[in-house]
Structures are given as C-alpha cells and as structure tokens.
C-alpha cells in the first residue's frame, strides 16, 4: 500500500524567510503532484514532476523529485503572505493509476 | 481551461436521508473521482469511474455508492446520511489513458456536508 507523509504538517513562517516542505512516499513511483489549497476552496494544481531529478520553479515556489530517494520537496524562497495556504503532495505509479495524497501542510506566512 | 463543477457548495442535511452531489466535467475526461476531505486526514477516494457505467471502490466505500450515466457526469449518493459523513467532498476528473495525460487531476469547487 502505498503511503505518502508529509512535514510538517503546520508551518508558520515570516515573510522574506525560507523554507521547504518535504514529502516521503514508501513505494516506487516515478511521479509525483503538488496542489494548493486556499480556505473553504478547492484544489489547485501547482507541480507535476514526471522523473527523477525534475525540478520546476513557479514564482517564489520550487519543486524538485527524486525518486531514488522517493522524496519531493517544495522550496519556498522569500515568502509572502499571498503564500499562506494548505499545500498537498500526491502520488501516482503511472499516469493511469489513482493518486494518494499526503495530509497537506497547513503554512502561514506572517507579515 | 477545465472545468469541474459540483452543484452544491453546501448542504445540511438530517440523519437516515438520501443525498445526491453531483459533479459534471466540460472536457471529456474518461476518469473521475469523488474525495473527501476531512481535517488531519488529508484526501480519501471513496469511488472512482474511468469510463461512462464503470465504478470502481477506493479506500472508503462504505456507506457510498456512485453513478455514471453520462460521460461528463458522476454523482455520489448517500443512501442513508450519517453524522459521520460530514464531510468536504471534492470531485476531480483527468484525461484517460490514450489523452494527454500526465496523471494530474483537475478539482471542483467542492460540497460542504453537513449531516445533523
């Protein structure tokens, strides 16, 4: 069975720090999703990393994978407030198969 | 852009009555699956659907049953509402197999369940 952790699961932080969230998973997988979450919304698609060593950047958000590993981390650089949500990492065997989740890492970025 | 549409945002409901959600994708997606989310639990899949009349359970069925009559549609039903089916649900559809797929799922709004 497939199993996916995140840490930590809550993050205060202020702005202009860095800081990065990191996301296990216990068997072979070679892709891996990061979504966000505002309050009272849905989900929102941030990262789809689909091999080892995939790194994608989005404003001040960064995602790497390594699946040797089986980690993913989300870097944030110089935060802001406009960053504070709930962010969940998800992950798939293949692009067929359904995808599990991690609880998500509730972030708050103080002024 | 895709677009996945759930009808109710939110719902309050009494024990013991049948609850329909529904959820309707626009870009002809195969797949597609209900979720719910529950605070230090992250996301469950309770059923999902990759082809019209097809269903498949995911980790938490019970007490759920799905329809798929039309591609575009699936609906989630509870036959027999429960104080512990409150609940947020979350719809999401993707592209099958032969589409551009890279596995990610695309969300609804989501339905705020509240089961009295």
């Known amino acids: 069975e497939l199993k996916v952790e995140q840490n930590p699961l809550f993050l205060s932080m202020q702005e202009g720090k860095n800081y990065t969230i990191y996301c296990n998973y216990s068997t072979t997988s070679d892709r891996l999703y990061w979504y966000r979450q505002d309050p009272g919304k849905s989900l929102e698609s941030l990262f789809v990393l689909l091999s080892n060593g995939a790194v994608k950047q989005e404003g001040r958000l960064m995602a790497s994978l390594d699946t040797k590993a089986r980690l993913s981390t989300l870097h944030i650089t110089a935060a802001v407030h406009d960053l504070s949500a709930t962010y969940f990492c998800?992950?798939?065997?293949?692009?067929?198969?359904?995808?599990?989740f991690g609880e998500g890492t509730q972030l708050t970025v103080n002024p | 852009d895709v677009k996945v549409t759930q009808s109710s945002r939110y719902l309050v409901k009494r024990t013991g009555e049948k609850v329909f959600l529904e959820c309707v994708q626009d870009?002809?997606?195969?797949?597609m699956f209900w979720y719910r989310q529950d605070p230090g639990l992250g996301l469950r899949l309770i059923y999902f659907?990759?082809?019209?009349?097809?269903?498949e359970k995911g980790d938490i069925p019970e007490g759920y049953s799905v329809s798929r009559e039309k591609k575009e549609r699936f609906s989630l039903i509870l036959e027999s509402a429960s104080t512990n089916q409150t609940s947020m649900y979350l719809c999401?559809?993707?592209?099958?197999?032969?589409?551009?797929?890279?596995?990610?799922?695309?969300f609804g709004e989501g339905s705020r369940l509240t089961v009295l």
């Open positions: 999401a559809s993707r592209p099958g197999l032969a589409g551009s797929n890279t596995g990610e799922l695309f």
């Open positions: 998800a992950v798939g065997k293949t692009s067929g198969s359904r995808l599990t």
């Open positions: 659907s990759y082809d019209v009349k097809m269903k």
């Open positions: 870009m002809d997606h195969e797949n």
